[in-house]
C-alpha cells in the first residue's frame, strides 16, 4: 500500500484551524473542501489519461483528457460528504457513488446502511472519501465493498489518519494485489480509549454538520 502524508504549509495551516474547537461549522466546511482540493491534487496522480490533439488559434497542440470510463469518487457518509464538493472541483466529470457507513461506538465495528454504486467496477479508478482514518474498519469495509465489486486501483482521501488505522489498513490488504493507496492530510498521535485521533479534530461529521 502506497502512503502519501500531506506536507505543505498551507494544508496544515488549513488544518490547523479545522482542529480549534472554536472553528465553527460554516468555517470548517469551507476548510474541508479546500482541504481536500489541495489532497486531490497528489491523489490523482496517476488518473488515467488519453493523449488528445486541439488546435489552438495559432496551432496544434498535443495535450490529455481523462480517460474513459471515467474514475468514481465515493463518500462515505455522512462524514466523506463534507469532502465531495472540493474533491468535484478538481474532476468535476467523475461519476459519483455513494456508500453508507456507520460505526458501533461501542464495538466500533463498521456496517454498512446505503449503497448507490455501480455493479461493476471493473477498470474503475476509485477515490474514497472519508475524512477520519481511526481505527480503520469503515475504510477497510469500504474497500472491501469495493473489491467486491472488481475495483483494481482504490485511493482513499482523508483529512487525518492515526497510526492504529494505518496498520489495520496495512495488515488487511498486505496480500492484496490491487493497488491501494492512502493520500492524507497529517499522520496524528494514537486513538484514545474512545476510538478518536488524537489530537485530532474531534467528530468530523458533527463539526460539518452539528450533532443529530
Ligand atoms: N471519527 C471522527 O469523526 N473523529 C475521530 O477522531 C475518529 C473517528
Known sequence: MKIH??????????????RDERTDSPTFRRLTEEI??????????EVKVESVNVK??????????????????????????????GMSRLIPTAEIGFLGMVRDEK??????????LPEDLTGRQCYILD???????TL??????LLAKGATDITAICILAAPEGIAVLEKAFANSK??????????????????YIVPGLGDAGDRLYGVV
Request: charged content about 15%.
Open 178 to 195: 490491487v493497488a491501494i493507496k492512502l493520500v492524507t492530510g497529517a499522520l496524528d498521535e494514537k486513538l484514545n480509549e474512545h476510538g
Open 140 to 145: 477497510v469495509a469500504a474497500i472491501e465493498f
Open 131 to 137: 475524512p477520519m482514518l481511526a481505527t480503520g474498519g
Open 36 to 45: 481536500v482540493t489541495l489532497l486531490a491534487y497528489e491523489a490523482t496522480r
Open 56 to 85: 489552438t488559434p495559432v496551432a496544434m497542440a498535443q495535450g490529455l483528457h481523462l480517460a474513459k470510463p471515467k474514475p468514481v469518487v465515493v463518500p462515505i457518509l455522512r462524514a466523506g460528504l463534507g469532502m465531495l464538493e
Open 5 to 18: 502524508i500531506a506536507d505543505h504549509p498551507l494544508i496544515t495551516h488549513k488544518l490547523t484551524v479545522l
Open 107 to 116: 464495538t466500533l465495528q463498521a456496517t454498512t446502511y446505503a449503497n448507490r
